[in-house]
């Protein structure tokens, strides 16, 4: 054979290497893009079942002799902004995961004060639906936990892979850019602050 033969013979090999590699290489990125776009979904599922747990709750205290109004206000309220944040998966960004952070910690942070006042109603915390409301809005934030937790860890398989050479090469060929993570919210570690004086 030829030098020349044998030279395009490495170089077809060569490109027909590289061209199993790329398609295998998107693949991989695009079933791993598709799993975390699914967790991001679970993740905003748990969000929108404490959202409907919310009105009931509302109901059910609105009942209580003389309950905090401005209490109230501020879960409905709140409630209110966490359901018209929707962030579709395929445009998540830093930002916008930060902002829907943001709102779904203020409907936290207002059903744990919510929680908290409603220490002083004994008549309240007797009620059964009071109680069946309660457990269920503890389940859903472990809920909500857990999918937090399964989305951050499909981000973390999906970002390595496309930060990993020779798959970044792809990546970046193919327009797949990192998911942003969630992180504990500012705060978090803060129980919230309550006044009986008022």
Known sequence: MKTSSIVLIILAALLLMGGCSAVSGYNNMNALQKITDEK???VQSSYQRRSDLVPNLVATVKGAANF?????TDVIEARAKATQMNVNASDLTPEKLRQFQQTQGQLSQSLGRLMVVSEQYPQLRATQ???DLQTQLEGTENRIKVSRDAYNNAVQEFNTKIS?????LFASMFHFKEKPWFKADEGAQNS???DFGK
């Not at 905090?68 to 109230?72: H, M, R, V, Y």
């Not at 990993?164 to 970044?168: G, T, V």
Request: hydrophobic share 35%.
């Open 164 to 168: 990993n050479f020779p798959q970044n």
């Open 40 to 42: 991001w979904a679970e």
């Open 192 to 194: 919230p602050k309550v």
């Open 68 to 72: 905090e109004q401005k209490t109230l």
């Open 129 to 131: 639906a009071f109680s």
